[in-house]
Every structure is written in structure tokens, then in C-alpha cells.
């Protein structure tokens, strides 16, 4: 007995307050990270716990500086964000991005019919490890937090 996948196709039957569920839930999950993280300052020590990675060897991951990131968004400072954390800039805008087509198609009742495809997600695991390697070597240091 062989079970196949089809595509889902047409529309998702569940009343519209509920598919709105998970996009609201997120959206209020977010704003209240934003909200503590802009009430908390991570600028001050003792708020937050270091990085682990940054700890056992004094180099920057990827993550490094993205809660002062975040902290500037509360703030309404994009120039600061930018400064703190290039690549957590551009994958908020991602995230955003993704976070308005799901709630579009939450709201008119579509259903999801792609994924992402290899390449995307292998060339984004690329530009990550590159942002990591280049944010630790000296010639590229206005990459570091």
C-alpha cells in the first residue's frame, strides 16, 4: 500500500478568526520581545546572560549584538541597528516579509503550495557562515558589534 502527497488545492476551510490564530499570536510574541528587550536595556551587564560562543572563544557569532540590535528597533534608531547587527537588519525585513504573506493568505483562506526552495536555503547558510568568518577577521571589524 502506497500513500502519495498531493499539493493541497483551493482553499482552507477553517472560519477566518482562526486561521488569523498563529499570524496574531506571533505578531503579539514579537512585540513583546521588542517591548521587553527596548524596556531592558542590554547595554547595561548583568541584564542578559553572554553569548556562550562569544564567552569560550572570544569571537563573534552570527546572533553577537542582536539584542542591542533589537533594543535600537524599540528605539526607532535603524542607524544603530545597522551598526550592531548588518545581518539581523536584513533578516528582520525577511522575517517581516514572510510574516505578511503568511497573514495574507491566512486571511483570504489560501493554503501554502511551496516551499523553499535548496538553493535559498543553502545560499542564506552560506551568507551566514560568510557574516560570521568576515565579522572576526580585522580588515572587516565594522562588522563586529
Known amino acids: 500500500m502506497t500513500s502519495t ?33 527596548g524596556t531592558v536595556d542590554p547595554n547595561q551587564a548583568g541584564h542578559y546572560p553572554t553569548c556562550p560562543f562569544l564567552a569560550v572563544t572570544g569571537l563573534y557569532c552570527p546572533g553577537c549584538g542582536s539584542l542591542r540590535m ?26 517581516a516579509a514572510t510574516w505578511l504573506r503568511w497573514t495574507r493568505r491566512a486571511v483570504t483562506g489560501g493554503v501554502r503550495t511551496r516551499v523553499a526552495p535548496a538553493w535559498l536555503i543553502w545560499t542564506a547558510l552560506g551568507v551566514v557562515v560568510a557574516f560570521w568568518v568576515l565579522r572576526n577577521v580585522p580588515a ?3 562588522l563586529a558589534p
Open 70 to 95: 533589537v533594543h535600537a528597533l524599540a528605539h526607532g534608531d535603524p542607524a544603530t541597528m545597522v551598526a550592531r547587527n548588518p545581518l539581523g537588519v536584513v533578516a528582520l525585513v525577511v522575517l
Open 140 to 142: 572587516t571589524a565594522w
Open 5 to 37: 502527497l498531493q499539493a493541497p488545492v483551493g482553499r482552507d476551510p477553517r472560519p477566518a478568526w482562526r486561521r488569523g490564530v498563529g499570524p496574531a499570536t506571533v505578531a503579539a510574541a514579537a512585540a513583546a520581545a521588542v517591548a521587553l528587550v
